[in-house]
Structure formats: C-alpha cells, structure tokens
T-cell receptor, first 112, second 115 residues
Framework: QKEVEQNSGPLSVPEGAIASLNCTYS??????FFWYRQYSGKSPELIMF????GDKEDGRFTAQLNKASQYVSLLIRDSQPSDSATYLC????????????FGTGTRLQVTL | SQTIHQWPATLVQPVGSPLSLECTVE??????LYWYRQAAGRGLQLLFY??????ISSEVPQNLSASRPQDRQFILSSKKLLLSDSGFYLC??????????????FGPGTRLTVL
C-alpha cells in the first residue's frame, strides 16, 4: 500500500462544475495535509493546507479532512479552464520532522 | 517576501559527465531545504533535506550528493551521471516546523536530460 494514494485521472469536469479530488493516506498518525497545483512543465504551487478534521475554505477551494477514514479531499467550485493541472496531495507524517510525503497526483481537465 | 531560485533551468548532459545544480533562497533565515526529483509522469521523490549548514540527510541511495555551504544555498551534485538521473529537479524550502505547519515552497526547477 502506498503511503499517499491518489487517482491519476484524468478527471474531466465541465466549466462551472465542482471538481472533487481525493487522497488517502496510510499513516494514522499523520498530522498535516497539503494540496499543491502543478501546471505542465512547472513546479508545484501550494494552494491549501489543513490539519483539523472538517472543512477549510479559501476562495473557490475547500479542503476536507477526515482523519478517522484517513482521507483528505479538495473541492474546486466553479471550475475554470485555468484550473486544468495536476493536483498533488502531500502529508506530514508523525515523527518525520519536516518531511512531506507526496502522492503521484490527479490530473484535472476542465472542459469548455 | 521569500524567493527561491534554481539554475540552470534546463540542462542536457552526456552519460558519465558531472552535475552541479544550485538553489538559493532569499528573504528568510535558517530555512529547511529539500531536493526532489520528479521523473516523467511520476510523483515527487525526496532526495535530500537539510535543516542547517553542513547538515544533509539522504533519503535514497544513489549516485547523487548534496551540500549546503551557506545558510541559504543548497547544491545537488553528481560525479558521473546515469541515464536514470534524467528528470525534473526541484528545490524547496520551509521554515523550521511550527506545530502542524510545514508548508514547503518550490523553486522553478531544473529539467535535466541525460543522453
């Protein structure tokens, strides 16, 4: 079992719809969770950070964390073509100092 | 504000040649620094991280090495490149961990092709 798992996609959603991206992790002691957006050929960009169970909203983005079920998700409301990218989930596991473990990413395509 | 630089942006090197990639951070002191590699279509693999000058931790055995000669400078090196070293090399920084926070911020990356 991978430490951080994501569906590779592509996930295709029409413009204006809600995109839902999911991530599961294996270490129950994981503390913090991050979502990065990576455009093709570019470096990852941090878009969300969450560490408490529940929802965290920032503009069109909502991160959801459920530690009991060991999953974290990212919702993108009113999806735009500019949201088309690969979304990486990263986890800070307990006892790993400052290291993050990344999933392989989900490719999102927002269609016109 | 903090800025992270990497150079070169792209590099094409023959098998067996040496490598030196440089990363510098501005606008912060005593950052944690990281080197990642992203192979085509794959996730980020942590290669090295450093919590201070001269302090390097290696995550995977390989023919690469890292050094941190100054507080905000991180260098990735190899004496002899292999074909499998091709990839997108990313440097990242973070502040020292503060509770649950450990956001990492990435530089623009170096795309390395070994022929």
């Amino acid at each position: 079992q991978k430490e951080v798992e994501q569906n590779s996609g592509p996930l295709s959603v029409p413009e204006g719809a809600i995109a839902s991206l999911n991530c599961t992790y294996s270490d129950r002691g994981s503390q913090s969770f991050f979502w990065y957006r990576q455009y093709s050929g570019k470096s990852p960009e941090l878009i969300m950070f969450i560490y408490s169970n529940g929802d965290k909203e920032d503009g069109r983005f909502t991160a959801q964390l459920n530690k009991a079920s060991q999953y974290v998700s990212l919702l993108i409301r009113d999806s735009q073509p500019s949201d088309s990218a690969t979304y990486l989930c990263a986890v800070k596991r307990a006892g790993t100092a400052s290291k993050l473990t990344f999933g392989t990413g989900t490719r999102l395509q927002v269609t016109l | 504000s903090q800025t992270i630089h990497q150079w070169p942006a792209t590099l094409v090197q023959p098998v067996g040649s040496p490598l030196s990639l440089e990363c510098t951070v501005e606008g912060t002191s005593n950052p944690n620094l990281y080197w990642y590699r992203q192979a085509a279509g794959r996730g980020l693999q942590l290669l090295f991280y450093s919590v201070g000058i001269g302090q390097i931790s290696s995550e995977v055995p390989q023919n690469l090495s890292a050094s941190r000669p100054q507080d905000r400078q991180f260098i990735l090196s190899s004496k002899k490149l292999l074909l499998s070293d091709s990839g997108f090399y990313l440097c990242a920084w973070s502040d020292s961990p503060r509770g649950y926070r450990n956001e990492q911020f990435f530089g623009p990356g170096t795309r390395l092709t070994v022929l």
